[in-house]
C-alpha cells in the first residue's frame, strides 16, 4: 500500500472557523491531490500540486487553499468554513510520470455545524 | 472538457456470476488513462485496474477485466466470479497526461452481491 496519512480522521467544527486538513506520503510522488467525495457527485477535485509550492485549481476550488512547502506534506485549508463543505476529503499521489494511477488516502470526515 | 459517465447507479449480481459496470468517457485529448477504483463500506478507495488509451490489449488484474472500446469511448468494468466481498461502490475515472494530470471521476455504481 502507497504510504499515505491524513489528519485529522474526524472533525467537527463551526461554521466560520479555519480548519486545515493534513496530507502527508512517505513515497517522494511528485503529483498529490484533494478531494472531496458528496453523495451523487463522486469525487471531484478541489487542488492538485505538481510540484514544492507548485499547485493548481481543481473544478470546486472556492473556499478552499492549498499550500505544499515539503515534497512529503500538502494542506488544505478551508480559510472559513461553511456548512456545504461538509464532506469527506481524500487526499491522493501519483508517481513522477504523468498518468501515473493515483493511490488515496484513507480520508477525512469534516462536519461542519 | 472531460466527462465521465456512469449510467448505473446500483447493480445486483448473484454470487459467482460475472458482472459488468459500464464507464463511457468523453474527451479531447489523444493521450488519456482509464482507471476503476473500488470503495466498500469501509469508506477507503482501492485502485483496481488501469487501461492506457494507446494500449491494444484489455487490462487485466486477477478477476477484473477493463473492457476498453476506443471508438466507443467505453470501458467497462468486468468482474468475474462475483464474491460476497464485492459488494461495494465502483467509480471510473479518467486522467489526461498532456502536461499537469487532471482527473475526472465518474458519479459510480453500487453493486451488491447476492448469496
Known amino acids: 500500500d502507497a504510504g499515505i496519512t491524513q489528519s485529522p480522521r474526524h472533525k467537527v467544527t463551526e461554521t466560520g472557523t479555519p480548519v486545515t486538513l493534513r496530507c502527508h506520503q512517505t513515497?517522494?510522488?511528485?503529483?498529490m491531490y484533494w478531494y472531496r467525495q458528496d453523495p451523487g457527485h463522486g469525487l471531484r477535485l478541489i487542488h492538485y500540486s505538481y510540484g514544492v509550492k507548485d499547485t493548481d485549481k481543481g473544478e470546486v476550488s472556492d473556499g478552499y487553499s492549498v499550500s505544499r512547502s515539503k515534497t512529503e506534506d500538502f494542506l488544505l485549508t478551508l480559510e472559513s468554513a461553511t456548512s456545504s463543505q461538509t464532506s469527506v476529503y481524500f487526499c491522493?499521489?501519483?508517481?513522477?510520470?504523468?498518468?501515473?494511477?493515483?493511490?488515496f488516502g484513507p480520508g477525512t470526515r469534516l462536519l461542519v455545524l | 472538457a472531460q466527462k465521465i459517465t456512469q449510467t448505473q447507479p446500483g447493480m445486483f449480481v448473484q454470487e459467482k456470476e460475472a458482472v459488468t459496470l459500464d464507464c463511457t468517457y468523453d474527451?479531447?485529448?489523444?493521450?488519456?488513462?482509464l482507471f476503476w477504483y473500488k470503495q466498500p463500506s469501509s469508506g477507503e478507495m482501492i485502485f483496481l485496474i488501469y487501461?492506457?488509451?494507446?494500449?491494444?490489449q484489455n487490462a487485466t488484474e486477477g478477476r477484473y477485466s477493463l473492457n476498453f472500446q476506443k471508438a466507443r469511448k467505453s470501458a467497462n468494468l468486468v468482474i468475474s466470479a462475483s464474491q460476497l466481498g464485492d459488494s461495494a461502490m465502483y467509480f471510473c475515472?479518467?486522467?489526461?497526461?498532456?502536461?499537469?494530470?487532471?482527473?475526472?471521476f465518474g458519479t459510480g455504481t453500487k453493486l451488491q452481491v447476492i448469496p
Open positions: 491522493a499521489i501519483s508517481g513522477r510520470q504523468a498518468g501515473e494511477t493515483q493511490y
Open positions: 474527451t479531447s485529448d489523444q493521450s488519456y488513462g
Open positions: 513515497e517522494n510522488h511528485r503529483y
Open positions: 487501461q492506457g488509451s494507446y494500449d491494444e
Open positions: 475515472a479518467m486522467i489526461t497526461s498532456g502536461g499537469y494530470q487532471k482527473v475526472t
